[in-house]
């Protein structure tokens, strides 16, 4: 790891400012992926301007019928908070299950969705809850937040401060995961509201993806057996060292049908 100049500003607004302009500064959250890749020397910012502790970036509230996590919320506390377990419980189930012990309680939801590993629960849920993301500039829909492998629309120096959830009717997550890192192999969130089904799939391809067929198959008959006969295209998967992509191709309609099982249970 080279050296760096350290930055712990006390206000969003000084930590902008830090940030506004200086191609080599980053800002570090919870620090679950970016001090692992200044240690392999894939990273090397000049200046780190560290989030943790500002102000009204770690707070759970529901704003009428939405519910709002702020951006530095840890894993552990959305897992843990009584608000979520009540209004959105798949999502308290899904932090719950990211990582490790020691990454619940460091990693937050701003720094997992602003990252966007190809393999990271918390884009799932986004996704198919429909959320909105809040940032220091503008507020961005779920559909156009999430772009490529590790690529969001966010812009150099704009930070997440918040995550707009509308509640569905029921929710489901369900993925298979590495047993040594606890990321999604594959993972599908199915959300059912009134007026739509949504599916978001991660873990499989190179980034968070709605799963259109499974959608409409599902908005036709909310139930697992509506999946027995669909499948899913595996030549834009994913292939590595864990699982090739037709392996995973199978994973994401097993996942997929538990989902709905468990959100039918859940409702």
């Known amino acids: 790891m080279r050296s760096f100049n350290y930055h712990k500003p006390d206000t969003l607004d000084a930590a902008l400012a830090l940030l506004s302009g200086n191609d080599e500064a980053l800002p570090i959250a919870g620090g679950m992926t970016l001090l692992p890749t200044m240690k392999q020397r894939l990273a090397a910012p000049e200046d780190l301007v560290d989030l943790y502790g500002l102000p009204g970036l770690a707070d759970v509230a529901m704003d009428g019928d939405i519910l709002v996590i702020g951006a530095m919320t840890r894993h552990a506390d959305v897992a843990a908070s009584p608000l979520v377990k009540e209004k959105l419980p798949a999502l308290a189930n899904l932090a719950s299950r990211i990582g490790d012990q020691q990454v619940r309680h460091r990693g937050t939801i701003g720094g997992s969705i602003s990252n966007n590993d190809p393999a990271a629960d918390y884009p799932a849920a986004v996704l198919a809850l429909n959320a909105e993301i809040v940032t220091s500039k503008r507020t961005i829909a779920a559909d156009d937040f999430f772009v490529a492998m590790f690529e969001t629309a966010l812009e150099p120096g704009e930070l ?3 995550i707009r959830f509308p509640l569905p009717e029921v929710a489901a997550y369900m993925k298979f995961a590495n047993p040594a890192s606890r990321y999604a192999l594959a993972g599908v969130f199915v959300a059912k509201t009134t007026s739509a089904v949504r599916v978001a799939v991660t873990g499989a391809g190179p980034s968070v993806f709605r799963a259109s067929d499974i959608e ?12 027995e006969r669909i499948s899913i295209d595996a030549s834009e998967l994913m292939s590595d060292i864990h699982a090739d992509n ?12 538990r989902a709905v099982a468990l959100a039918q249970q859940s409702g």
Do not use: G, I, K, P
Request: negative net charge.
């Open 246 to 257: 037709e392996y995973r191709a199978n994973l994401v309609m097993v996942m997929a049908r």
């Open 216 to 227: 409409a198959a599902l908005a036709e008959s909310f139930d697992a057996t509506a999946l």
């Open 160 to 162: 997440v401060t918040a």
